[in-house]
């Protein structure tokens, strides 16, 4: 456990007036429209400005029309899920995010389903559940599930197919962080009367972005099971082209390949290189398995260019309580997980793409001109966990009492690291 002299000092008056940028407005969106509630999500990101916080209550958002995407331009807020059971969401598609403002997405679970029926109409027309394109801001996503939809079998005389969706596509984005979530690739659904390929979704598709996953789990789709003309092909775990990508403690794994003829199916790489430079920390990376001809397919880490180096160095991670807010004057917790005896320092900071640091191993995850700390220092015990306990979430001055921050760790003891980080996202007492 952390030493107990350990102290908790958010912002100081002078801090404050870095983070002012932070503060927005909070917004109440329930299934039921009820207490005070907006019962759809599309309504209310409509209404929300740049930098607000949706606090997001348990229910199914299928909007007015189940098939259609809840789209968001031009803006940065803050879903959270703010109560006990699940949140499910179908597809969510941002664009625009402004420079300087993220976007965050924490404890959602995006499902595949009736939401998803009817999209369907083709090849590869289904589109991923979560997207991002052309957004000067960064995206940040946290314990989330995000399951890409399956290929459409049509009916009729002649069925058409689909390819599995992707989970998570972000293209030409400022800065990516995942932390603390699964995505799978949806899988290809195949036609024995047409006879085209079916590909597995990837799960994580990342195009001209600074990205950084950690503690997270990422599986390719598999592909469609029937004869197919050409060879289908597993969907990738991680798949990054033009991008710089930092991946600690997680898995990658490719999607697996089924189906037989002549042209047999290739398993999905668990990393998909294109001309990128990538660094890999105490990571699983495999492949998919070829249940048709052992072994064919993409390799492990698949690189077309670029750079690949790994360590051995153990991750670490920092989360603030469960998948929710923190409200002012209630109490809440920070869990920190790493090896027996580091020495660790929590810092704070508003969000910014992810910037390998050359003096720590690993990334910085908020911006550099505009952080706080240190607000904690301990040493973590012999069980590798340690749970601060706060009483009470500091009250902060009028106008600053709604934020979202980051909190991210380092671990100061033997070769300087940087740890994974976490969302603070602090409420009044009356949300």
């Avoid at 509630?37 to 997001?56: E, F, K, M, P, S």
């Avoid at 995505?183 to 600074?210: C, E, F, H, R």
């Avoid at 911006?367 to 706060?390: K, N, R």
């Amino acid at each position: 456990m952390f030493r107990k002299s350990i102290t908790f000092v958010l912002c100081s008056a002078a801090a404050l007036a870095s983070l002012e940028d932070a503060c927005a407005g909070v917004v109440v969106v329930d299934p039921q429209g009820m207490p005070n509630g907006r019962a759809l999500l599309q309504a209310a990101l409509n209404g929300a400005a740049d930098g607000d916080v949706l606090l997001v209550r348990a229910g199914t958002y299928t909007e007015m029309l189940p098939t259609a995407p809840v789209t968001v331009s031009g803006k940065g807020v803050t879903l959270i899920k703010d109560s006990a059971g699940p949140v499910f969401l179908g597809h969510l598609a941002i664009s625009n995010v402004p420079a300087g403002s993220t976007f965050v997405v924490r404890g959602f679970r995006f499902q595949e389903g009736p939401i998803t029926v009817g999209l369907g109409l083709g090849i590869g027309s289904i589109p991923p559940m979560l997207s991002v394109q052309s957004s000067p801001g960064t995206v940040w996503i946290e314990d989330c599930e995000v399951r890409g939809a399956p290929g459409f079998l049509s009916g009729g005389f002649f069925p058409l197919h689909s390819h599995g969706a992707g989970a998570i596509d972000v293209r030409q984005t400022g800065g990516l962080t995942i932390a603390r979530t699964s995505a799978y690739g949806g899988a290809g659904i195949g036609s024995s009367v047409s006879k085209q390929i079916s590909n597995g979704g990837t799960a994580l598709s990342v195009d001209g972005v600074d990205t950084y996953v950690v503690s997270s789990f990422l599986e390719g789709g598999p592909t469609g099971s029937s004869l197919t003309v050409n060879a289908p092909v597993g969907g990738h775990g991680l798949r990054a082209q033009g991008s710089t990508l930092t991946v600690h403690g997680s898995g990658l794994v490719g999607g697996d390949a089924f189906g037989s003829n002549a042209f047999p199916p290739l398993a999905g790489a668990g990393l998909f290189l294109v001309n990128d430079a990538a660094t890999l920390r105490d990571d699983v990376v495999v492949a998919g398995t070829n249940w048709i001809v052992p072994g064919g397919g993409h390799t492990a880490i698949t690189n077309l260019g670029g750079t690949v180096s790994t360590s051995s160095t153990p991750s670490r991670d920092v989360e603030v309580s469960s998948p929710g807010p923190v409200r002012t004057g209630k109490p809440f917790a920070i869990f920190l997980y790493g090896e027996p005896g580091d020495v660790v320092v929590l810092f704070a900071g508003l969000p910014a793409a992810p910037l390998a640091s050359p003096a720590f191993e690993g990334a910085f995850v908020f911006g550099l001109s505009a952080f706080v700390g240190p607000i904690a220092v301990g040493a973590i015990g012999g069980s590798g966990q340690s749970i601060l306990q706060f009483p009470a979430a500091p009250a902060l001055p009028a106008g600053l009492d709604e934020m979202t921050l980051v909190i991210q760790a380092a671990v100061a003891s033997g070769a300087p690291t940087l740890a994974g980080a976490s969302m603070f996202v602090q409420v009044g007492p009356n949300f």
